[in-house]
């Protein structure tokens, strides 16, 4: 497939709206990556399907994950405007669809819509922050961006719980109609683009055969331990088939003239490093916000409100110091401030693991304070390197890549840390658990986000040292 596409581009747009609807199409992914949690119980009254309700996280997250690089690419084809209305179009859709849905798996596969969207919207966002600001203003915009997810991991369980109080948990999906259309509205009236263009090719079967192994490898992490058994046959044969199938785009790529994820994305040691962190980053986010709830309201009998709030202060100490990551990168460069970062991580997670037998609320918040400071200024630099090693018609590319390997390590994360909590916490109901052993499985997930922060540490010390004066000079705006 081949089209006239995109080849540079300026920008015609004054760049505090753009930033505003940037954050406004951000924040439809954020609300909804919260909002669900607490409206739950209602929806499962509703339409049933207890056993399925994991599904309508990970069918979202499926969704979102397999189709990030493929969405990235594309913005780097056609730009980056058309990939943001389509994906904000897509969740538009998805959320129409869930709040009309009939039952649990119809409400599971319009889920998986909403992925798709938000699959388009959140790496399209950081890659036009990374086309219209500067090396030395980019981490205080990703600051902003970080404040959006902040805000929404309060504001969305309260939403939730409001619906769901009301007895009209649709409303859920339904409140997303006028932030998608003021969203799109605002996106397409103040970002322009002024494109120069030139005969580009699509690597539509590279696209596919992604796309379909990235669902079966996906499908079986997030469905290991949950539907099936890791050992069953659905899981081996979904490992299996991804596996071949990636074996396969593997070989296509080599050979197309413009592949959908180049295979350089792999073979540069910045990058290949930078993803690894991104990995890593996902897995402890996920091993954290499922368990740290799980583990104060099991330990102590405190109110889910107050266990949300300890959490919290994770989602508000990245934004913190995300927004004055600059000056750090600026003044000692991406690695050092990345390994500042990762430090800290590793220093809170071992507070959590070793205080998990000796519960007390305003530790554990202070931990989670701690790690969130460091999430911030470790994913920041390790992203902004990564965009600014490479040029306009790169950048999505890099940008999507390095979104993918967060999403997969939640995935991972939600997969590997659930079967170590399920192996002390055994079967049934979480609620039935005791005190004990829900501290010694939240134990064994905080000692596993210690081991997962002490391999970001090592992947973040491979990485090669840029100099940042230098890396500005090559990335200016657009």
């Given at each position: 497939?081949?089209?006239?596409?995109?080849?540079?581009?300026?920008?015609?747009?004054?760049?505090?709206?753009?930033?505003?609807?940037?954050?406004?199409?951000?924040?439809?992914?954020?609300?909804?990556?919260?909002?669900?949690?607490?409206?739950?119980?209602?929806?499962?009254?509703?339409?049933?399907?207890?056993?399925q309700?994991?599904?309508?996280?990970?069918?979202?997250?499926?969704?979102?994950?397999?189709?990030?690089?493929?969405?990235?690419?594309?913005?780097?084809?056609?730009?980056?405007?058309?990939?943001?209305?389509?994906g904000?179009?897509?969740?538009?859709?998805?959320?129409?669809?869930?709040?009309?849905?009939?039952?649990?798996?119809a409400?599971?596969?319009?889920?998986?819509?909403?992925?798709?969207?938000?699959?388009?919207?959140?790496?399209?966002?950081?890659?036009i922050?990374?086309?219209?600001?500067?090396?030395?203003?980019?981490a205080?915009?990703q600051?902003?961006?970080?404040?959006?997810?902040?805000i929404?991991?309060?504001?969305?369980?309260?939403?939730?719980?409001?619906?769901?109080?009301?007895?009209?948990?649709r409303?859920?999906?339904?409140?997303?109609?006028?932030?998608?259309?003021?969203?799109?509205?605002?996106?397409?009236?103040?970002?322009?683009?002024?494109?120069?263009?030139?005969?580009?090719?699509?690597d539509?079967?590279?696209?596919?055969?992604?796309?379909?192994?990235?669902?079966?490898l996906?499908?079986?992490?997030?469905?290991?331990?949950?539907?099936w058994?890791?050992?069953?046959?659905?899981?081996?044969?979904?490992?299996?088939?991804?596996?071949?199938?990636?074996?396969?785009?593997?070989?296509?790529?080599?050979?197309?003239?413009?592949?959908?994820?180049?295979?350089?994305?792999?073979?540069?040691?910045?990058?290949?490093?930078?993803?690894?962190?991104?990995?890593?980053?996902?897995?402890?986010?996920?091993?954290?916000?499922?368990?740290?709830?799980?583990?104060?309201?099991?330990?102590?009998r405190?109110?889910?409100l107050?266990?949300?709030?300890?959490?919290?202060?994770?989602?508000?100490?990245?934004?913190a110091?995300?927004a004055?990551?600059?000056?750090?990168?600026?003044?000692?460069?991406?690695?050092t401030?990345?390994?500042?970062?990762?430090?800290?991580?590793?220093?809170?997670?071992?507070?959590?693991?070793?205080?998990?037998h000796?519960?007390?609320?305003?530790?554990?918040?202070?931990?989670?304070?701690?790690?969130?400071?460091g999430?911030?200024?470790?994913?920041?630099p390790?992203?902004?390197?990564?965009?600014?090693?490479?040029?306009?018609?790169?950048?999505?590319?890099?940008?999507?890549?390095?979104?993918?390997?967060?999403?997969?390590?939640?995935?991972?994360?939600?997969?590997?840390?659930?079967?170590?909590?399920?192996?002390i916490?055994?079967?049934g109901?979480?609620?039935?658990?005791?005190?004990?052993?829900?501290?010694?499985?939240?134990?064994?997930?905080?000692?596993?986000?210690?081991?997962v922060?002490?391999?970001?540490?090592?992947?973040?010390?491979?990485?090669?040292?840029?100099?940042?004066?230098?890396?500005?000079?090559?990335?200016?705006?657009?």
């Open positions: 497939m081949s089209s006239t596409a995109t080849a540079a581009v300026g920008f015609r747009s004054e760049r505090g709206p753009v930033l505003i609807s940037v954050m406004l199409s951000t924040g439809l992914v954020a609300i909804d990556s919260t909002v669900l949690a607490t409206a739950v119980p209602s929806i499962v009254g509703e339409l049933g399907g207890f056993h309700f994991p599904w309508l996280f990970s069918a979202y997250l499926l969704g979102q994950a397999v189709t990030t690089p493929i969405y990235a690419k594309l913005s780097d084809v056609y730009g980056r405007r058309p990939i943001m209305l389509l904000i179009a897509l969740f538009l859709l998805g959320s129409i669809l869930c709040a009309v849905a009939w039952n649990m798996l409400l599971i596969i319009f889920r998986a819509v909403q992925g798709l969207g938000a699959g388009a919207v959140q790496p399209t966002a950081m890659t922050v990374g086309d219209v600001y500067t090396v030395a203003e980019r205080r915009v600051g902003y961006l970080a404040s959006v997810w902040a929404s991991s309060v504001v969305g369980p309260m939403l939730g719980g409001v619906f769901s109080q009301l007895g009209i948990w409303g859920v999906f339904l409140i997303n109609i006028p932030l998608c259309l003021v969203a799109a509205w605002m996106f397409n009236r103040h970002f322009h683009e002024a494109i120069v263009r030139r005969h580009r090719s699509v539509s079967l590279g696209a596919l055969l992604l796309a379909l192994a990235m669902t079966s996906v499908l079986g992490v997030l469905g290991g331990g949950q539907s058994a890791w050992a069953s046959a659905p899981s081996i044969g979904a490992f299996v088939a991804g596996a071949v199938l990636l074996v396969a785009f593997v070989l296509v790529e080599r050979r197309a003239p413009e592949p959908v994820l180049p295979l350089w994305v792999f073979s540069r040691r910045l990058l290949c490093v930078t993803t690894i962190v991104a990995f890593g980053v996902g897995a402890i986010l996920m091993g954290l916000t499922s368990y740290v709830p799980t583990y104060l309201e099991g330990s102590l405190i109110a889910p107050i266990a949300g709030l300890a959490l919290a202060a994770l989602t508000l100490g990245w934004p110091t995300a004055i990551a600059g000056r750090f990168y600026l003044r000692w460069g991406f690695k401030t990345a390994a500042i970062g990762v430090t800290l991580v590793i220093i809170g997670s071992m507070v959590l693991a070793a205080m998990a000796h519960p007390v609320v305003a530790v554990v918040a202070t931990a989670c304070l701690v790690i969130g400071g999430m911030g200024l470790l994913a920041v390790t992203l902004i390197a990564a965009q600014s090693s490479v040029g306009w018609h790169e950048r999505g590319v890099v940008t999507g890549n390095n979104m993918f390997a967060r999403s997969l390590g939640s995935a991972v994360g939600v997969a590997v840390f659930g079967a170590i909590a399920n192996s916490f055994g079967p109901d979480i609620r039935a658990v005791g005190p004990v052993a829900i501290q010694a499985g939240s134990a064994a997930v905080f000692l596993g986000v210690v081991v922060a002490a391999a970001t540490a090592a992947a973040v010390f491979a990485m090669p040292r840029t100099p940042v004066a230098q890396a500005a000079a090559a990335d200016e705006p657009s």
